[in-house]
């Protein structure tokens, strides 16, 4: 995939309408937005829009109204708190592309913004259905992708639409782009990639292709059993992905035939069963990972894995993780992967965080400014990792 992509900045927007998607997928309860990090974050690129004389038409899906109107998921909430953030009305349409949101896109004037309802509302978007990415294009002269993390996705928002308009990033996209582009496609080395979460399964081919990547791959959390288990250890109750061994006596052996040095944990925390409640009370010991009990489970890496790991990231040029190394739910079973988080803001690397837990884990212990980069988008960044073509980014005009 090329990842040298157009931005907002490589194209004329004066006086043109631009359509611009948004992650506005914010969390609400009772009819409140509990956090507007999104907006916030999507503030550079209108502004950007709005300074340069635009007719601003922004989009987003919230929540999965699978083509129902269902009020609770209508995004003049979003306009609500928008219109505060940026000091300035946003008008709201009250449908996607219908003959409200035409009509009050033909009236906008130069610097205006209007956001359009839930694009979810509308079956055809998630089918990027060209009816819906024709009319979509029909509001606008130009088509603006600033949402990462639905760029995965090949809906009408986030790609369909740009088979009508000429499309770029704004720079949320672009940011995503250039950092893990270039992490991915001419990275500093070493250069060392951390993979955790619950299975292997679920990583295939981010191991597979970060295979053909990196210097050093670790492998903690969940996922680290099964590979222990395929180096023929015993591994007691812990999670096994009994139908993935010879994928990762597969992977062992690729990572010995490339020189890409492959670390596994050397001692773990290990309970009797797994908590349950998630964070409750659990009885741990640590030991090594070549004698886990038959009635024992790795729950989290223990203490000396946490250094090796440590020491593999602070000696790395570039580092890329995505995973928490344990049941980080459980406070006594968080330590792996705060001593994660806490290496990679400690590192002088490049450091890059992939969304979900581990995103979130760097947010919540204040690590974030230490951070190069936390993305967006869990899954977009996962197919990222995974090298696929991503259909938001993929349609962007080349620079
Ligand atoms: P994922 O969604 O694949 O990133 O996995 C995240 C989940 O993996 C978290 O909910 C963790 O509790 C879980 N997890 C991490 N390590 C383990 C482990 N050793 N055993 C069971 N689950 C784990």
Redesign the pocket.
Known sequence: MNYNKKSIEDIEVAGKRVLCRCDFNVPTKEGKITSDKRIVAALPTIQYLIAHGARVILCSHMGKPKGEWKPELSLKVVADRLSELLGKEVIMASDVAGEDSKAKAAALKDGDVMLLENTRYIKGETKNDPELSKALADLADIFVNDAFGTAHRAHSSTAGVADYLPAVSGYLVQKEVSIMGKALANPERPFVAIL????VS??LNVINNLLEKVDTLII???M??TFLAAQGYSVGK??VDNEKLDYCKEMLAKAEAKGVKLLLPVDTAIAPA?PSP?DAEVPVDYVDCTAIPADQ????IGPKACEVFAAAAKSAKTVVW????????NPT?AKGTIAVAQALADSDAVTIVGG???AAACEQLGFANAITHISTGGGASLEFLEGLELPGIACLQDK
């Open positions: 955790g979460g619950a299975k679920d990583k903690g959390g969940g680290a059993y812990s999670l797994f998630i489970m790795g729950l989290d995505n995973g928490p190394m344990g049941v980080f739910e079973l979900g837990d581990s």
